[in-house]
């Protein structure tokens, strides 16, 4: 018998449907482009992925039109039917969502018991199919021939993640992330689709675990399932994917405007941190190799037994004065903090949080003590708001050390007990409700992230640097993420492409990946090519693990190193840009780094092209990711490309076999840029740059660019400044200040076509550039 639609409520913005034998259907119309999708199954309403109201005051009509009621926006069409099915098309009438009718066509699972123990006794894993029991409820859409789904954050496999499943919950994975791996350390249930070429993207906002099947059951449907919350999705519409992707981190937020220095190179190794001489000698390699370098990261062991906030001076002699004496010769020091309290009756953070009642508990009411790095540990229960002021209060003894950011890790939460997780009834605070690890684990990353970075802002009154290895969708607002425990392989350089273009679709402008790989022995040749791929990756740092082969730039031979410092020195060069592209990336919503099916999302080859990114729309980079390949095919999109090297002129929409060997990355600029150009440095100063250098690739073009101190929250109050640099088709060559927010100006700036090279003075008088020399 059919679930009868029996008639509705429209109330100001909120249409609610009702059926004769189901819970109600909400659409709550947020804005033109987004459309909300609730049905309450008894859970609290609070998001952590969306703060503030987002709904804006917009135009809508609802109709019932007999068979259906139908919703429609400027963008968005609703139509709503018995047995609450849901069907979703763009103003023109294209289909985007389309619920399923259908039946399912569930994967075999022809295995009885007998069979499941021969095929172990080989060591094979036997994985359990997805269980029904455990669902508390499913989302089926139907699928079309040629759909193509991006997104999801960081998870395992490919850019196009059709045909593959997923989960949502936040895990320690510290085994090959190959594609069959359903589940990293970050849950970011968002995915986009583009049918029939139309494009559009699902947001389910539900912190419990949860399941993508992507057409990976059956070629006519995808769906995704939840164990517990409400079903409460977003379905967010746009022109083009941007427009969705933009409406996406409309909801969530995007990733704040970092200081200058964190797009510096970093270096990292679990075992520097073990005395201060260890650390330096590390500065040391930098210096005498002549490589420049912003940061350098201290892995657990600065700690005294890997006891959160505290700094063993038995290894240090003065911590503090160590990190200024660092700092005095450019390098900031970065210190890992984890998510499990060591149990110690003698350690104030220990004793303050039971004190307090802080710790997540069995549902007897004792702490729950796990096991991470310093043993028994007991962790925070970052769902209360007054533990995340009392984490953040704490946090300001980094602060006071002078230490640049805080890197959280360990906070899935991972658990050497209890099979790597904290048991599913563990009691947590939701806000003010009292809740469980099932519901608040996909978010204990996240708040603890939130907790540092406000620690962290209201300590320094500077952009903080958080970077985190667990997150849940908005932790973008908070920190920088790394995509985890990667390995030495090549098929992990493989993955990093998707990988972070996925995160990048998925709101986390700013990532990256261990280069050189963290687990197991790199190799000269894949560490060369992997700093070479990461060229331009917003989060450029170099971790390995204890025991590995050391994987510093002079770790092999002359070759390598010489590579190594041209990627980075070049990388520098970079900086300006890469900056004006973060700039731009809070104002659009859109990543720095993406797939190049976010740019040209009509052109069929972009749609399954995993090795290759672009940074915003004009630079393409084609990395070398297979061992001994000294050539490589690369797509160019419509338009004209340069050879970044050589400034050899390609049209696009073709592909080209491009020569790479070992110290060269294939690296296109689209005809017609202009690149601001940074000057040589070893490190990004805090003072203001007096030069910039403008270069033009092509014959004729435009950019803004944007400038402002590179460190705290000035510019908000219009502390920045703007210029506009132009050289027209018949060769006139501009220079403007077209906003002038922030005191320091550049004194001289140089612009630079394939024929001459242009010298301009700033006259304070004025507030204007002259053209001073041309050559
Ligand atoms: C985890 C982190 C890794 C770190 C190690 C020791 O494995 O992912 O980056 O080096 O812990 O702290």
Redesign the pocket.
């Known amino acids: 018998m059919s679930n009868q639609l029996t008639g509705y409520q429209d109330d100001n913005q909120t249409i609610t449907l009702s059926f004769a034998s189901s819970k109600d259907l909400i659409l709550k119309v947020l804005t033109n482009e987004i459309i909300q999708v609730f049905q309450d199954h008894g859970c609290p309403t609070n998001s952590y992925a969306i703060e503030g109201n987002k709904q804006r005051k917009t135009n809508y009509t609802v109709e019932n039109k007999g068979d259906h009621i139908e919703v429609r926006t400027g963008a968005l069409i609703v139509k709503a039917y018995d047995d609450a099915k849901l069907d979703v098309y763009d103003a023109d009438g294209n289909p985007l969502v389309l619920d399923y009718r259908g039946k399912r066509e569930p994967l075999p699972t022809d295995m009885d018991d007998e069979h499941r123990k021969t095929v172990m006794s080989e060591g094979h894993a036997v994985h359990a199919k997805a269980n029904p029991d455990n669902v508390n409820f499913e989302v089926i859409k139907s699928l079309a021939k040629d759909e193509v789904f991006y997104g999801l954050g960081g998870k395992t496999g490919f850019l196009n993640k059709r045909g593959y499943e997923y989960d949502n919950w936040n895990s320690d994975v510290p085994v090959l992330h190959n594609e069959t791996e359903t589940h990293l350390y970050k849950s970011i249930p968002v995915m986009y689709g583009l049918k029939n070429g139309h494009p559009y993207g699902l947001f389910f906002d539900d912190t419990y675990k949860s399941h993508f099947d992507l057409g990976k059951e059956s070629d006519n449907y995808y769906y995704y399932s939840a164990v517990g919350g409400n079903v409460d999705y977003y379905i967010l519409g746009g022109h083009t994917l941007k427009d969705v992707v933009a409406n996406y981190t409309y909801l969530t937020g995007v990733v704040p405007l970092p200081q200058k220095w964190m797009l510096g190179y970093q270096q990292s190794r ?1 075992g520097y941190s073990t005395s201060d001489q260890r650390v330096e000698s590390i500065a040391d390699g930098f210096a005498e190799h002549n490589l420049p370098i912003d940061v350098i990261h201290l ?2 062991d600065y700690m005294y037994g890997y006891r959160d906030f505290t700094w063993d001076t038995t290894k240090y002699k003065d911590p503090k004065a160590f990190v200024q004496k660092m700092k005095q010769r450019g390098i900031r020091l970065m210190p ?1 903090l984890d998510a499990g309290v060591k149990v110690d009756d003698k350690y104030d953070i220990y004793k303050e949080g039971m004190e307090k009642g802080y710790f997540v508990t069995n549902p007897d009411g004792s702490v729950y003590v796990g096991s991470v ?1 310093p043993g028994d540990s007991v962790f925070p229960d970052f769902g209360n708001e007054d533990v995340r002021k009392w984490w953040a209060k704490h946090v300001k003894f980094f602060a006071d050390m002078g230490v640049c950011g805080v890197w959280n ?2 906070d899935e939460p991972a658990n050497f007990r209890a099979k790597g997780q904290l048991p599913d009834d563990l009691v947590f605070h939701d806000g003010v409700n009292i809740s469980t690890h099932a519901k608040m684990h996909n978010v204990f990353g996240h708040l603890q992230a939130q907790a540092t970075y406000e620690g962290m802002k209201q300590a320094t009154r500077k952009r903080p640097y958080i970077i985190t ?1 667990a997150a849940y969708a908005g932790t973008q607002k908070y920190s920088t993420v790394w995509t ?2 990667n390995t030495a392989v090549w098929s992990h350089l493989q993955l990093a492409i998707p990988q972070l273009n996925g995160l990048g679709l998925s709101g986390f402008a700013f990532a990256g990946t261990d280069i050189g790989g ?1 687990q197991e022995d790199t190799t000269p040749e894949l560490l060369t090519r992997w700093i070479e791929a990461s060229l331009l990756v917003p989060l450029f740092r170099n ?1 390995s ?1 204890l025991g590995s082969r050391y994987q510093e730039p002079w770790a092999f031979d002359k070759q390598t190193l010489d590579i190594y410092r041209k990627y980075l020195n070049l990388r520098y060069r970079f900086i300006p840009y890469l900056y004006d592209q973060f700039r731009h990336e809070t104002e659009s919503g859109l990543p720095v780094m993406r797939p190049l099916v976010l740019n040209y999302p009509d052109d069929q080859e972009t749609r399954n092209l995993n090795d290759e990114y672009m940074i915003g729309t004009n630079i393409l980079v084609a990395p070398i990711v297979n061992q001994g390949a000294t050539k490589r095919l690369v797509y160019l999109p419509a338009g004209n490309w340069i050879d970044f090297w050589n400034h050899a002129e390609y049209s696009g929409q073709q592909y080209i076999m491009a020569d790479a060997p070992i110290d060269k990355l294939p690296l296109f600029v689209k005809a017609n840029t202009v690149l601001p150009w940074g000057n040589k440095v070893m490190h990004v100063s805090d003072n203001p740059e007096k030069v910039m250098t403008f270069r033009l690739f092509g014959e004729c073009g435009s950019t803004k660019h944007y400038q402002d101190n590179g460190q705290d929250f000035k510019y908000q109050q219009g502390e920045f400044n703007e210029y506009y640099v132009e050289v027209t088709e018949d060769g006139h060559v501009a220079v403007k200040l077209t906003k002038h927010g922030y005191k320091p100006t550049y004194e001289k700036i140089y612009v630079e076509t394939d024929r001459s090279r242009y010298e301009f003075t700033y006259h304070a008088d004025t507030d204007e550039y002259e053209l001073v020399n041309e050559r």
Do not use: A, K, L, P
Request: proline share 0%; charged share 30%.
């Open positions: 679990w892995d657990i890992i790095w890790d360990m290895r985890g425990d963290f971790h693990i």
